[in-house]
T-cell receptor, first 112, second 112 residues
Framework: DTAVSQTPKYLVTQMGNDKSIKCEQN?????MYWYKQDSKKFLKIMFS???????INETVPNRFSPKSPDKAHLNLHINSLELGDSAVYFC???????????FGQGTRLTVV | KQEVTQIPAALSVPEGENLVLNCSFT??????LQWFRQDPGKGLTSLLL?????REQTSGRLNASLDKSSGRSTLYIAASQPGDSATYLC???????????FGTGTKLQVIP
């Protein structure tokens, strides 16, 4: 059983398109995150949701909009994709109060 | 603002050698530190979590230490194996909520 699963694993799309990445966790955690890993392997937090409420919103373009329909899901929607959005995006979850995070496999987004 | 640095950026060692990976952080208010390994196409795997009240954690051939006063953490790998080849990331937890800052990683190659 996969604890944190992301779909799709790979995503190639053209500039200007709108795309979504889905994330689901079956660990019963109440906090979920999105991270972006750039070409230098540096991971940066983008968003954090606790009980479906936005907790962390780092400096991310408005084209990125997270949506949490319930505690087990945190989807990432990206509008008007740009070349610079190409990266690997990781979803993670944890229980509030515990900082041990569980990560998904990542979604490699390539914008052409 | 928390900054996390890992040295070296890349490391190549012969099989069987003991090695140490270093992680430095600027904010001594860090309260937990976590080590991950990242394998291509497999996302992030949590290795060890050191809580603020602890100084080290051990799991098998791995030992991680945390010295908050000096802003350093080390990951010691004993008797390295080719299967240990991966990128190792440290992540520091700080701030009023679950904010995680990742280091740039150390790419380890263990040569048979």
């Amino acid at each position: 059983d996969t604890a944190v699963s992301q779909t799709p694993k790979y995503l190639v799309t053209q500039m200007g398109n709108d795309k979504s990445i889905k994330c689901e966790q079956n660990l019963g955690h109440d906090t979920m995150y999105w991270y972006k890993q750039d070409s230098k392997k540096f991971l940066k937090i983008m968003f954090s949701y606790n009980n479906k409420e936005l907790i962390i919103n780092e400096t991310v373009p408005n084209r990125f909009s997270p949506k949490s329909p319930d505690k087990a899901h945190l989807n990432l929607h990206i509008n008007s994709l740009e070349l610079g959005d190409s990266a690997v995006y990781f979803c993670a979850s944890s229980q509030w109060g515990s900082t041990e995070a569980f990560f998904g496999q990542g979604t490699r987004l390539t914008v052409v | 603002k928390q900054e996390v640095t890992q040295i070296p950026a890349a490391l190549s060692v012969p099989e069987g050698e003991n090695l140490v990976l270093n992680c430095s952080f600027t904010d001594s208010a860090i309260y937990n530190l976590q080590w991950f390994r990242q394998d291509p196409g497999k996302g992030l795997t949590s290795l060890l979590l050191i809580q603020s009240s602890q100084r080290e954690q051990t799991s098998g051939r791995l030992n991680a230490s945390l010295d908050k006063s000096s802003g350093r953490s080390t990951l010691y790998i004993a008797a390295s194996q080719p299967g240990d080849s991966a990128t190792y990331l440290c992540a520091g937890y700080s701030g009023g909520y679950q904010k995680v800052t990742f280091g740039t990683g150390t790419k380890l190659q263990v040569i048979p």
